[in-house]
């Protein structure tokens, strides 16, 4: 018996990979009727938007709003819910016509309804493209296949009503994404308050899967140590933090029409690929490449069955990702003889015409905000 139990143990401890999550938590389904459903929410918010589309100063208030959607059994649901515009570079007039907003959702009235348990959610919005929208929840789900150290993401239809009849009603694509506090609910953990971090004082496997994420999707908008874009999870079965991306507006495969890439780093597209952090030792690399690998069929399904997305931006992506695996698959040039950048992936014709429709304000507004957090994302 004692045999049995010895070897049950190291049974155990071996098959809890440093991909296992915690699961001493009842399953996030459970907990987070939101975010446990694919499927599309549709659902209306009427306020005064009119005034909430001009609240873009430094720090901007809360309005009353009320939401309303159709319940599974058919039924009209109403919650009083506040709305807030919040943001950097889509907050502003110049870059968004519709900035993203803060959803808060009044916990006790919520309880019996799909926001329970749910308090301050983000609202993505439609900004000035639509299918931005999708494309960047997308990114989202690619990201949860690796990792539940992942926010949640839900695709919503909105409705836009102004109270005041002064806006005509728009219906759009948007993303409620999960709270900080539920995610480290969720994984059994903490945010993490240290003021200076680096890459390599973060948990290995899981920086070195989010790096080579953010190559995956051609994203040099972020930083872990600034956490620009990255919030820090501690969790009491590992050493160290867990870096957990989140805004992929700027990706290369979101495809954003005022989307520019990092400056100083040698690329003029965000369409190009860089490798952005530690030269880790080649096993510990090909570990990481082989959970890319596993999935491998997850991600092209993500975009290749998804109604959602333009049939030419889906043959873009596809041949995007066809890339992606042609590198890890021979990674040398990229990641195993430290050199940072890979071979130019030139942006399709079509996407140039695209960009160069986009308005000057916003080139120039969105080159300053590179150029002031540019010194942030560029050091490890």
């Keep these: 018996m004692r045999f049995l139990r010895v070897f049950l143990l190291l049974v155990l401890a071996v098959t809890a990979g440093a991909y296992a999550q915690n699961t001493s938590l009842p399953d996030s389904t459970r907990r987070n009727v939101l975010f446990s459903s694919d499927s599309v929410l549709a659902f209306t918010l009427t306020?005064?938007?009119?005034?909430?589309?001009?609240?873009?100063?430094?720090?901007?208030?809360?309005?009353?709003?009320?939401?309303?959607?159709?319940?599974?059994?058919?039924?009209?649901?109403?919650?009083?819910?506040?709305?807030?515009?919040?943001?950097?570079?889509?907050?502003?007039?110049?870059?968004?016509?519709?900035?993203?907003?803060?959803?808060?959702?009044?916990?006790?009235?919520?309880?019996?309804?799909?926001?329970?348990?749910?308090?301050?959610?983000?609202?993505?919005?439609?900004?000035?493209?639509?299918?931005?929208?999708?494309?960047e929840y997308l990114v989202y789900r690619l990201y949860n296949l690796l990792t539940d150290y992942s926010f949640r993401a839900r695709l919503c239809r909105v409705s836009y009503v102004d109270s005041a009849g002064k806006r005509p009603t728009e219906t759009r694509w948007g993303v409620l994404l999960e709270d900080e506090s539920s995610l480290m609910k969720r994984n059994g953990g903490l945010p993490n308050q240290l003021r200076q971090v680096s890459m390599a004082s973060?948990?290995?496997?899981?920086?070195?899967?989010?790096?080579?994420?953010?190559?995956?999707?051609?994203?040099?908008?972020?930083?872990?140590?600034?956490?620009?874009?990255?919030?820090?999870?501690?969790?009491p079965t590992l050493k160290n933090p867990v870096p957990v991306p989140y805004d992929f507006d700027q990706a290369g495969i979101v495809e954003a029409f005022y989307a520019l890439p990092s400056e100083n780093i040698g690329i003029t597209s965000v369409r190009e690929r860089v490798y952005r952090s530690i030269a880790y030792p080649s096993a510990f690399f090909h570990r990481v490449f082989d959970r890319f690998n596993q999935l491998k069929p997850q991600v092209y399904a993500l975009y290749s069955n998804n109604p959602h997305l333009d049939s030419a931006y889906v043959k873009r992506t596809l041949k995007y990702f066809d890339e992606f695996y042609?590198?890890?698959?021979?990674?040398?040039?990229?990641?195993?003889?430290?050199?940072?950048?890979?071979?130019?992936?030139?942006?399709?014709?079509?996407?140039?015409?695209?960009?160069?429709?986009?308005?000057?304000?916003?080139?120039?507004?969105?080159?300053?905000?590179?150029?002031?957090?540019?010194?942030?994302?560029?050091?490890?």
Excluded at 326 to 350: D, T
Aim: charged fraction near 20%.
């Design 202 to 235: 973060m948990d290995s496997l899981h920086m070195a899967t989010l790096a080579v994420f953010e190559y995956l999707i051609g994203n040099t908008d972020w930083s872990v140590p600034y956490r620009h874009n990255i919030r820090l999870l501690t969790l």
């Design 47 to 135: 306020a005064s938007f009119q005034r909430i589309l001009k609240d873009r100063g430094d720090t901007t208030m809360a309005h009353s709003a009320q939401l309303n959607y159709h319940s599974t059994q058919g039924e009209t649901v109403t919650l009083p819910v506040k709305l807030q515009v919040r943001g950097n570079f889509r907050k502003l007039w110049n870059n968004c016509s519709f900035p993203p907003l803060y959803l808060n959702v009044p916990k006790k009235k919520a309880s019996q309804t799909v926001f329970a348990n749910q308090n301050k959610l983000k609202l993505v919005t439609h900004c000035e493209g639509e299918e931005y929208v999708v494309r």
């Design 326 to 380: 042609a590198v890890i698959n021979n990674p040398v040039k990229v990641f195993l003889g430290r050199v940072q950048r890979s071979e130019v992936i030139k942006k399709p014709k079509a996407l140039l015409a695209v960009q160069k429709k986009s308005t000057p304000k916003a080139t120039a507004t969105k080159s300053a905000t590179k150029k002031s957090i540019v010194k942030k994302v560029g050091q490890s």
